[in-house]
């Protein structure tokens, strides 16, 4: 179904979405297999209570729901399918985890990913690659995070899943290619924050594995750490650029790590 233009001249109609919509809850009820279902929607117009209904519908029946924040530089609650309050809703960061002037913003955003000096093939050159701006890359990117992330769980765990698994988007890898002369940026999403852990719960760095000893830092709940090695309840952990000492990662029901990834080390030691 084609439900877009190819031409980025022109534009599509909220019902050709609707309709897209209508097809894939129809080939989900048909096919009932079980397997997760990540749409992406990398696109953005007016507001549109239809779409957002459209959307609804679909998380409702089990779909993650991806969609483009936009590119006007505006509340994103402003627009749909970003404003739908049932999707994961994409705005854009750059290589210095800033936010960029283009990207839609406020409180209608889910999460943030890698939209700017993306990665991309050129339209022109065969083989040739460009720098990419756009929310509709960073949802894409998302899409895919997701697609590969949520293999037998229901994707109706989407939102809850990204929203602990997120990374700034300072675990970038950067590299520069010539271009008429000029260096290009081009940045892709590192595999690192897949290794990394969050902490649950606000907590210090020790000089050693002990209660009693030094501590070296204190680190608040949701920082993002490495670690390198567990020792009998405790873990050596460094904040990346930062401290590095031990922390009391308890066997609780509530460990004191999160993996962020399916091969970080902390799932490893559950």
Not at 25 to 54: C, F, T
Not at 87 to 94: D, E, I, L, S, W
Not at 131 to 149: F, I
Request: proline fraction near 5%; aromatic fraction near 4%; charge should be positive.
């Amino acid at each position: 179904m084609v439900v877009l233009p190819c031409s980025r001249k022109m534009t599509g109609e909220a019902s050709s979405l609707i309709e897209a919509a209508e097809w894939l809850l129809i080939r989900e009820a048909d096919h009932g297999d079980g397997k997760p279902v990540i749409v992406n929607m990398s696109l953005a117009g007016k507001w549109s209570r239809k779409i957002n209904a459209a959307v609804g519908v679909m998380t409702a029946n089990g779909l993650a729901v991806v969609v483009a924040a936009g590119n006007n530089g505006e509340d994103a609650c402003r627009f749909s399918p970003a404003s739908a309050k049932d999707a994961v809703t994409v705005a854009a960061t750059g290589p210095q985890d800033e936010t960029p002037g283009f990207s839609n913003f406020g409180t209608c955003v889910d999460v943030h990913a890698p939209g700017k000096l993306l990665t991309a093939v050129s339209e022109g050159v065969r083989g040739g690659y460009v720098a990419s701006n756009g929310t509709s890359g960073a949802a894409a990117l998302v899409s895919g995070l997701l697609a590969r992330s949520v293999k037998g769980k229901g994707a109706t765990t989407a939102a809850a899943w990204l929203a602990d698994a997120s990374a700034p988007a300072v675990y970038w890898r950067k590299r520069k290619l010539p271009k008429d002369g000029q260096d290009m940026l081009l940045a892709q999403a590192s595999p690192l924050w897949r290794k990394l852990c969050r902490l649950n719960s606000e907590t210090n760095l020790r000089e050693r594995p002990a209660p009693s000893a030094r501590k070296l830092a204190s680190l608040a709940a949701g920082a993002l750490l490495e670690i390198e090695e567990f020792e009998d309840g405790w873990a050596l952990a460094s904040v990346p650029g930062g401290s590095k000492g031990w922390l009391a990662n308890g066997t609780q029901a509530r460990p004191a790590l999160s993996a962020l990834g399916a091969n970080a080390p902390c799932m490893a030691a559950r």
